[in-house]
């Protein structure tokens, strides 16, 4: 009788991979060691060859076994967009695009970009999440949404960049060092350019998109001065307020933070020179999409071409 291949079996022979070890790679798995090398046994039955040279501790991959890790994690990320293409292909003459966007380009960035867009062409239906950069990232990794519109940077690339995804710049921001503002108007928490007492700043979680860019960019030149990190967030809308309230100061996009400037509730806390230039990116998933979204895509392109030239 011929054995059927498990999925689960790859998962275990992945996390085994990882360890070495079989009572501890049992234990992730959540089995029994015996019923654990059971199942790695069967995979190897299954393929005809030994992933594993078990006269060694911690067990070491055959080149069978180093064949396959590749090959296991390639299936297994592509079982998981399964789902998610089924879905694209179900919906290919819809007319609703699902996009994901990040928290802070939600609130400033995206109505007034699809009211440009409203202007050169009948839009459908959008269905948005809005979330941390990672997740939107899953969520196209995933087909789970059509597009994702985000913050980006050549020295902050992300997922979404280093797996190919296409994508075409439809605006610009930039990461501003704001603080509020004291009576006289001037900084309440200035960057110095010299040691100095410690100055309090509000910084993104490692969760945020905005702070992978501000960590690549100026991450190693913030560590020779003397900032003290006082509050952690990833939604610059929450920093935004803590620096409202005096309790620090931080890099935000302008799109978020212009009316706050003309009105100098908040005040730029450094020199020029660490202001951080970002692009807004729109990525799209790799396969065909139904004709209502492949149109959106298309206006977003030749407006972002247009924007290009001004």
């Not at 890790?69 to 789902?83: I, T």
């Not at 941390?132 to 087909?143: A, G, Y």
Request: hydrophobic fraction near 45%.
């Amino acid at each position: 009788m011929t054995m059927t291949m498990n999925l689960l079996w790859l998962d275990d022979f992945l996390v085994l991979a990882e360890t070495g070890n079989f009572s501890r790679a049992a234990d992730e798995r959540h089995l029994t060691q015996p019923a654990f090398s059971r199942r790695i046994r069967s995979l190897e039955e299954w393929l005809g060859a030994d992933l594993f040279d078990r006269s060694v501790q911690p067990a070491k991959l055959t080149p069978a076994g180093e064949w396959l890790r590749g090959a296991a994690q390639d299936l297994l990320a592509h079982v998981a967009r399964l789902p998610g293409e089924a879905r694209t292909v179900a919906e290919a003459n819809a007319r609703t695009l699902r996009l994901a966007s990040t928290h802070a380009l939600s609130f400033t960035f995206l109505p007034a970009w699809l009211r440009g867009l409203e202007t050169r062409a009948i839009l459908g239906r959008i269905q948005l999440d809005s979330d941390v950069l990672e997740r939107c990232e899953s969520l196209l990794q995933q087909s789970k949404v059509h597009m994702v519109l985000s913050h980006s940077h050549p020295k902050a690339k992300g997922a979404l960049e280093a797996a190919g995804y296409a994508s075409t710049q439809v605006g610009d921001d930039e990461l501003i060092p704001v603080s509020a503002a004291d009576a006289k108007g001037k900084a309440r928490h200035a960057l110095p350019e010299l040691r100095a007492s410690q100055v309090p700043l509000l910084n993104y979680s490692d969760e945020s998109g905005l702070g992978r860019i501000l960590r690549a960019v100026a991450g190693p030149k913030l560590e020779q001065l003397p900032v003290d990190v006082v509050f952690t967030a990833h939604l610059a809308s929450v920093l935004r307020t803590m620096v409202l309230d005096g309790r620090g100061l931080a890099w935000l996009p302008r799109t978020l933070i212009e009316d706050d400037l003309a009105s100098g509730r908040l005040v730029e806390s450094a020199l020029p020179k660490w202001r951080i230039p970002l692009e807004i990116r729109l990525y799209r998933d790799r396969i065909t999409l139904g004709d209502a979204v492949e149109s959106f895509w298309r206006e977003a392109c030749e407006a972002s071409s247009m924007h290009a030239m001004r």
